[in-house]
DNA sequence: TTAAAAAACAGGAAAAACCCCTTTTTAAAA
DNA sequence: TTTTAAAAAGGGGTTTTTCCTGTTTTTTAA
C-alpha cells in the first residue's frame, strides 16, 4: 500500500490553485487535502482542530491574510508546520521574511514543475528545500558587509500614516483623519523621513508602494 | 468517440502553466497539446506551420512577449485563432487592449476553476466567453458619458519629466536635469494635473505607477 | 507667408511641505 | 513613587509646491 502524504495548497488565485491541486494529486505519493483562498481559512481550520497535512503550500501575496502574516501565525501556534512558500516575486526581504518566519522552502512560481516534485520530496525527507536562487539570497543576507539586514519596524499610526500620505491629501487633512494635531503628523513625517532614508513625501509613497504597504 | 479539443497554453509562470494543463486535461473533451512560456514560441511555432489548436489560453502579463503583443500578431496572422486571455489583474485598460486584438474571453486568474470549463465549451459553441466583470468594463467604454474612454497621449517631455517627479527630486532639480526653465516644468506639471485628474505630485506619481510609465 | 496653436517662460503669492528644537503628556520601568 | 522613554503637540522658520495670470517663442498648418 502506497501512503499519500496529504498537502494543504494556500492561494488567492482560485484556478492556479485548483490546476496545482491537480498538478499535484497528478503524484501518487501526495494527494491534496485542502485549498484555502487565504490564510485565514488555513488558520480558522487549524485552529478549530484540523491536523496539519504532511505540508502546506502557502501563496506569498495574497489579500485578507498573507504569507507572512499566515507565517507568523503558524510560527507561534504550529511551528512545526511544513511550508513551502509560493512566490511571483523573488523580492529579497520576502523571501528572507518568509524563511525567518520558519518557511522550510521558497519556490517561485515560474519553476520547472518537476522542482516542485523534488521540493515536496525533499522537504518530508530533509526538512527543508532550496533552489539556488534562494540560498544566494540567504547567503547574501548573512554578509555582514550587507546592510540592508536590519528589518524596519513601523509602528500602527505610522503605518496609517503612510497610507493616507499614499493618498492625495495634505498633511493638513492628514492630521484631521487620524484626529491628531498636524504637529504630531509632521513628527510622524519627520521620524520616517529619517529612519526610511528618504528625502521626500514622493521617497515615502515610493518606499510603501515598494514594501506592499499600500496596494496601487 | 469522444472528440477531444485541442488546448494550448501561454504563461511564463511555469509551474501554474502545468498545472493548469493538468487540469484541463482532466476534463474528458480537452488536452492540452503545448505549454509555451510566452509569445514568440507560440509564434515561432504557429509562424513555422503549427495548426491553430481549438482554444488559446494567453496569459496577458509575460515577459520576452506580452499578451497584448501576442495578441496583436494573432489578428494580423491569424485572425481565426481562438483566445482566451487569462490574467491576474482587472485593469480595465488591460481588459479593453486584449478584447480589441480579438480576445475572445477574458479570465481572471482568481476564478472559480469550473469557470474555466464553462469558457471553453462556451468559447467553442458560441465563439465568445465573457464573465459579467468583462461585460460591465465593455459595458462602460462604450458609455460615451464616460470620459474615461479618451485614451491620454502624453507628449515626450511630460513622460520624461513624470518620470523624474517619480524620483526624489525638486522641480528645479528637474529642470536642471531637463535643461528647461523651473517655469516650463511648472506648466508641464499644471497641464498634466489637469489631464490627469490629479491634485498634487503624489496623484502624479500614482498615475505613473499605475499606468506603467514608470517602474518600481 | 501668415494665422493659429502649442511650447517655453515669467512674476507674484498663497499653501503645503519640510526642518529644527522645545514642551507637555502618557506609559513603562526602576 | 520617581525616573525614563516615547508619543503628541507646539513655535517659528525656510524651501518647495501649487496656482493664477500673463508674455514670448517656436511649431504647425492653412
Given at each position: ?30 494527494t491534496v487535502k485542502y485549498t ?181
Amino acid at each position: 500500500m502506497i501512503k499519500t502524504h496529504e498537502i494543504i495548497i494556500v492561494d488567492d488565485h482560485l484556478l492556479f490553485a485548483r490546476s496545482l491541486a491537480s498538478l499535484v494529486d497528478s503524484y501518487d505519493e501526495y494527494t491534496v487535502k485542502y485549498t484555502f483562498q487565504n490564510g485565514s481559512e488555513l488558520v480558522a481550520k487549524l485552529a478549530s482542530g484540523m491536523a496539519l497535512p504532511a505540508i502546506i503550500l502557502l501563496d506569498v501575496k495574497m489579500p485578507v491574510m498573507d504569507g507572512i502574516a499566515t507565517m507568523k501565525w503558524l510560527k507561534k501556534y504550529k511551528p512545526e508546520a511544513k511550508v513551502i512558500a509560493l512566490s511571483m516575486e523573488d523580492e529579497e526581504k520576502t523571501i528572507l521574511n518568509m524563511l525567518r518566519n520558519g518557511a522550510k522552502g521558497y519556490l517561485l512560481k515560474d519553476i520547472q514543475p518537476s522542482l516542485l516534485k523534488k521540493a515536496l520530496d525533499t522537504v518530508l525527507e530533509q526538512g527543508y528545500f532550496h533552489t539556488e536562487k534562494v540560498t544566494t539570497t540567504l547567503m547574501k543576507s548573512l554578509d555582514p558587509e550587507s546592510n540592508s539586514n536590519k528589518e524596519i519596524q513601523l509602528k500602527e499610526n505610522e503605518i496609517r500614516f503612510i497610507k493616507l500620505a499614499c493618498e492625495e491629501k495634505t498633511y493638513k487633512e492628514i492630521a484631521d483623519e487620524m484626529f491628531l494635531s498636524p504637529k504630531t503628523i509632521d513628527g510622524y513625517r519627520q521620524h520616517l523621513f529619517e529612519i526610511l532614508g528618504v528625502k521626500n513625501r514622493i521617497g515615502l509613497v515610493l518606499y510603501a508602494i515598494k514594501n506592499g504597504i499600500v496596494e496601487i
